[in-house]
């Protein structure tokens, strides 16, 4: 069997990398192009909220699936499957004009795109040992982060430039030659130098058991009461900036590319601070919740949002929040990594997931709704800042103690790290 040598490991990170890079383009291109496309066909923002729902909800579903299957078939096979499904969903919009059409583009893509989380994860787990994966993680929750970056300094010129249909044949279109080169780079079988299978197709995990575990339910509260904030903020950023200080399409990249610049350094925090902890002795549970504490602390600022007249001092705020929320996340990631076994981490994550999206699924409804009767951005930005407290207590009192997952078992192994 193959081991992958370090050159070639390097490579799937960097694919890997690539492939949440465009999962992350291709779920933005509708939020950029919103007024453009509001204009046209004189969308309500309750129609755009039902888009935004319908990813989310068809996501949420699908993730209670995509992470087992992933786990079932293995990183290879089933990371292309899903690349290759999200390209075609994404370039699929360009062939819709209504409403209705809209809405069932977009929950194919949310459908096929639900296989990029646990896909990351277990990325990490399969090629990168646990002192390592915390910052393997963060870079790789970086790469949603460029992926945002990206999209608004792209997509508005392009759109100007060649049509929106073109932004959504060309981001998907890049997702298929993506597929390609990730079926030449990855080894078929990956074995570790002791001899275990590290990506080879696995038993099924046991819904019943993982479902009665109370770290199963850690990472739900953490996924549901994060990931609410970041699906918000995703889908109604630019309509935030467009409706609270008159930016027009032409002027929205800058400020929503600082703020997710930000968002990517958050991610990067997120790997490198539990590293820098555990290299010093702290230990495992220490270095995991005191790291989320201050995420969760520096997000509380985000309503003062709502004070401000100045574009780029909300793009500061924001650009704040959002790295809280990529440090938070990560090392929610890394918990996941950390208190599960290697061939269960895709499911784990992926009920996760599930509740992180209709949490965000319910925030888009609300959005909508709030938008809709005149109460404006301040209830959700209200819920945004003290999300990340709450979730953190839950996690504390369903794990008190962090320990490490023992290899192919439901079972910890007691550690000071």
């Not at 993680?137 to 508005?156: K, Y």
Request: aromatic content about 12%; overall charge positive; proline content about 6%.
């Amino acid at each position: 069997m193959e081991q992958p040598v370090n050159g070639r490991r390097w490579a799937i990170v960097v694919l890997a990398f690539t492939a949440i890079m465009l999962n992350y383009v291709d779920r933005q291109v509708i939020a950029l192009l919103k007024p453009m496309l509001q204009d046209e066909y004189g969308w309500s923002d309750r129609d755009y909220s039902h888009m935004a729902s319908a990813f989310q909800f068809c996501a949420a579903v699908s993730f209670l699936g995509t992470g087992w299957f992933i786990d079932r078939i293995g990183l290879r096979r089933g990371f292309a499957i899903g690349v290759a499904a999200w390209s075609l969903a994404g370039m699929a919009h360009a062939f819709v004009s209504t409403v209705s059409g809209f809405i069932g583009v977009r929950a194919l893509l949310g459908a096929a795109e639900s296989i990029g989380t646990p896909a990351q994860v277990k990325t990490a787990a399969t090629y990168f040992p646990p002192e390592q994966r915390s910052l393997m993680l963060g870079i790789g929750n970086m790469a949603s982060n460029f992926g945002a970056v990206a999209a608004p300094l792209a997509i508005p010129p392009l759109a100007l430039w060649l049509g929106w249909r073109a932004a959504f044949l060309i981001t998907g279109g890049l997702g298929l030659v993506w597929v390609v080169v990730w079926l030449v780079v990855t080894p078929r079988t990956t074995r570790t130098p002791d001899g275990a299978v590290v990506d080879a197709p696995a038993d099924a995990v046991p819904w019943g058991r993982m479902l009665r575990d109370r770290r199963q339910w850690a990472i739900v509260a953490a996924k549901a009461l994060s990931d609410q904030c970041w699906w918000f903020l995703l889908f109604f950023m630019p309509d935030l900036f467009h409706r609270m200080f008159g930016l027009s399409q032409g002027q929205l990249g800058l400020p929503i590319a600082f703020i997710y610049f930000l968002a990517a350094l958050g991610s990067l925090s997120g790997g490198l601070l539990p590293t820098w902890l555990l290299r010093r002795g702290v230990p495992m549970n220490r270095a995991r919740k005191g790291s989320m504490l201050l995420y969760a602390i520096l997000i509380l600022p985000v309503p003062a949002v709502l004070l401000t007249d100045d574009a780029w001092v909300a793009a500061g705020l924001l650009g704040l929040g959002l790295f809280a929320h990529q440090g938070f996340s990560t090392n929610v990631f890394g918990m996941t990594a950390d208190i599960f076994p290697a061939r269960m981490i895709g499911t784990a994550i992926g009920i996760g997931a599930f509740a992180g999206n209709l949490s965000g699924m319910a925030m888009i409804e609300a959005a909508g709704f709030s938008l809709d009767n005149g109460y404006g951005y301040g209830p959700l930005l209200m819920v945004c800042g003290g999300s990340y407290l709450v979730a953190l207590l839950l996690v504390h009192l369903l794990v008190p103690r962090l320990t490490l997952a023992e290899p192919g078992s439901f079972r910890t192994v007691p550690t000071g790290h």
